[in-house]
DNA sequence: TTGAAAGCGCTAACAC
DNA sequence: GTGTTAGCGCTTTCAA
């Protein structure tokens, strides 16, 4: 039905094995040869079958993305990273959607990746998900973004760093009552980092991080909204506030508009993330270099797969930028405008 | 080395292809034997190998999507719907991220999608784009999102409605002179589509568009900034502006601020999209149901796959919903508050 | 209901 | 440099 390597080497006049070399570009194989098996193979317009191509080599060209979301700023600009240099590659990419974690079942079984894929890109799952330690067990190459697990590659920000700067920007404007709006409850690695950067840059400053300045947003915009109104429902609201993502920090933003709270001039604003539109809401950021971070958890995995990378796994920090706007204004000068 | 088919038949003390049949749920297996071999399956920790089962059935089990982008609203929207159906189904999600079909060379080759999946998603590909024509020929089931095509199933949203209905909606509040910011100069056929809706509600209005009130924004916040900006450096610009995706509209917003005048009081701006993030920027905006036009491209390709679908191919058309919000205000009262 | 056996189309030793 | 050949692990007739 289909034309194949044997169609080829028949009307090249050469075995399939000679064909098989040669479109492959491996060595051992008469130029002249080499340049008539693929003269006929354009015309005969065969396509190696990938199926018996991966049965025999057993190597499938496939990468898998575990991520918990594809729709979101974050996670679909990783994902455009790693398919970046992936198709550079010339690797497939597999997307594995696996929602929420701290609601739903969790990484697709490891089963499911099973001669499937010959690496995986796992993108900020809780450390504490067992299904890791699961997926790792079948041995296959792997690359974190967001997580560190010993002995696997990973891309992660210095969340502590990330949350030092941003409160600590906060404090240099003049705050004192900071208030918190967090992730959720049940901390992520990554989050709990955040947390600590905001708690080292108070008790630096001297300031004593409020427990009832803090509320939890969930990542959502959402989530941001409905934490700073609780936040603006306490006896004492703070003046400022540390928020842990963009996302929730646009929902934050919507919930002093509805309030009729101008910010940056009442109530102070800065959050971690560096979103496309962040600059279009005048909020202020710590942004990471998330295309990026894609780009090099792809290109380490790469490495892996193909056997270079010969150091040791890499613990790889990238670099993060306050980027200071209208929602952070000096204390003063709030007060001579309001 | 892993363990296959034979070490499973040789434990449930079977042959493979009752292994097989009794796996996969086929007919014709006495439940007792099914039950066995299942345990011993289980017990053993079996996983088929893909590549083995693809190259005797022919099947893949897997569905590629090709797209413009990853990293951008409505696309990673559509992704998210479309990998919700896939993964209910068990097919697997591969992604082509083809770039900004006006500048990169287009499609994957059709050949790199043979017999590589058994169906593609398509989505708002310009139609004109001669590699489609490629894709088709070699026969796969193929569903597009945004785009048109005889014989192809496609779920769309009525562009030329939406352009209606977001121009009637600020000629309603009595504008008169209303520009537009489109995509580009080399129109798909949905952003010609948005336009026709746009002159359409003008001319039934009794107004003439005025060629030097379109500028292009190329579907990005940057471009919409500047094309706003060039309208705003007209002798005469307008007083409110379609817009043909949120994306854009929040650049022409950017714009606008920069100038100093008010969205919605100064200058009106409707869009097209419903994006996530149109409320926080209090943007009026068409929306449409973006996650589930992916929803419903993959089930339409589902159904083909699986041959069910005895109905001819559809052209399904999602309904648009005006929302209104604080980027649209009626003149009367705008002029109130300036 | 079950088994035997012939491939699926390619790769990789190994021999020449 | 090229050909021979033995699989890769499964599915699927066809018989039994």
């Given at each position: 039905?289909?034309?194949?390597?044997?169609?080829?080497?028949?009307?090249?006049?050469?075995?399939?094995?000679?064909?098989?070399?040669?479109?492959?570009?491996?060595?051992?194989?008469?130029?002249?040869?080499?340049?008539?098996?693929?003269?006929?193979?354009?015309?005969?317009?065969?396509?190696?079958?990938?199926?018996?191509?991966?049965?025999?080599?057993?190597?499938?060209?496939?990468?898998?993305?575990?991520?918990?979301?594809?729709?979101?700023?974050?996670?679909?600009?990783?994902l455009?990273?790693?398919?970046?240099?992936?198709?550079?590659s010339?690797?497939?990419?597999?997307?594995?959607?696996?929602?929420?974690?701290?609601?739903s079942?969790?990484?697709?079984?490891?089963?499911?990746?099973?001669?499937?894929?010959?690496?995986?890109?796992?993108v900020?799952?809780?450390?504490?998900?067992?299904?890791?330690?699961?997926?790792?067990?079948?041995?296959?190459?792997?690359?974190?973004i967001?997580?560190?697990?010993?002995?696997?590659?990973?891309?992660?920000?210095?969340?502590?760093?990330?949350?030092r700067?941003?409160?600590?920007?906060?404090?240099?404007?003049?705050?004192?009552?900071?208030?918190?709006?967090?992730?959720?409850?049940?901390?992520?690695?990554?989050?709990?980092?955040?947390?600590?950067?905001?708690?080292?840059?108070?008790?630096?400053?001297?300031?004593?991080?409020?427990?009832?300045?803090?509320?939890?947003?969930?990542?959502?915009?959402?989530?941001?909204?409905?934490?700073?109104?609780?936040?603006?429902?306490?006896?004492?609201?703070p003046?400022?506030?540390?928020?842990?993502?963009?996302?929730?920090?646009?929902?934050?933003?919507?919930?002093?508009?509805?309030?009729?709270?101008?910010?940056?001039?009442?109530?102070?604003?800065?959050?971690?993330?560096?979103?496309?539109?962040?600059?279009?809401?005048?909020?202020?950021?710590?942004?990471?270099?998330?295309?990026?971070?894609?780009?090099?958890?792809?290109?380490?995995?790469?490495?892996?797969?193909?056997?270079?990378?010969?150091?040791?796994?890499?613990?790889?920090?990238?670099?993060?930028?306050?980027?200071?706007?209208?929602s952070?204004?000096?204390?003063?000068?709030?007060?001579?405008?309001?």
């Open positions: 039905m289909s034309i194949t390597i044997r169609d080829v080497a028949q009307a090249a006049g050469v075995s399939t094995a000679t064909v098989s070399r040669a479109l492959r570009g491996l060595p051992h194989v008469d130029p002249e040869t080499r340049e008539r098996v693929r003269r006929v193979a354009a015309e005969l317009d065969y396509v190696v079958s990938p199926s018996a191509s991966r049965l025999a080599s057993g190597r499938t060209g496939t990468v898998a993305v575990i991520t918990p979301f594809i729709d979101r700023w974050f996670f679909s600009t990783v455009s990273g790693i398919s970046d240099v992936l198709q550079e010339d690797v497939d990419l597999l997307v594995y959607e696996v929602g929420d974690p701290a609601t079942p969790g990484l697709p079984a490891e089963r499911r990746l099973r001669g499937r894929v010959d690496g995986v890109i796992v900020t799952l809780p450390t504490d998900a067992p299904a890791i330690a699961d997926m790792l067990e079948i041995g296959l190459p792997t690359s974190f967001g997580v560190r697990w010993p002995g696997v590659p990973s891309v992660c920000i210095d969340d502590a760093a990330a949350g700067m941003a409160t600590q920007h906060l404090i240099n404007l003049g705050h004192k009552r900071i208030g918190i709006i967090s992730g959720r409850p049940q901390a992520s690695t990554s989050q709990a980092s955040r947390a600590l950067g905001y708690v080292t840059a108070m008790e630096g400053a001297g300031l004593t991080p409020d427990p009832s300045l803090e509320a939890y947003g969930y990542f959502t915009v959402a989530g941001g909204e409905s934490a700073m109104t609780s936040l603006l429902s306490q006896p004492n609201p003046t400022a506030v540390f928020v842990m993502s963009d996302d929730m920090a646009f929902g934050a933003i919507r919930a002093l508009q509805r309030h009729g709270i101008r910010p940056g001039t009442d109530i102070a604003i800065a959050s971690i993330d560096g979103h496309e539109l962040a600059e279009l809401l005048d909020l202020t950021t710590v942004g990471q270099p998330v295309a990026q971070m894609g780009r090099m958890a792809a290109d380490a995995l790469l490495g892996r797969m193909l056997g270079r990378e010969t150091t040791a796994p890499e613990e790889m920090t990238v670099p993060t930028t306050l980027v200071v706007r209208g952070t204004v000096p204390v003063d000068r709030a007060a001579l405008t309001s």
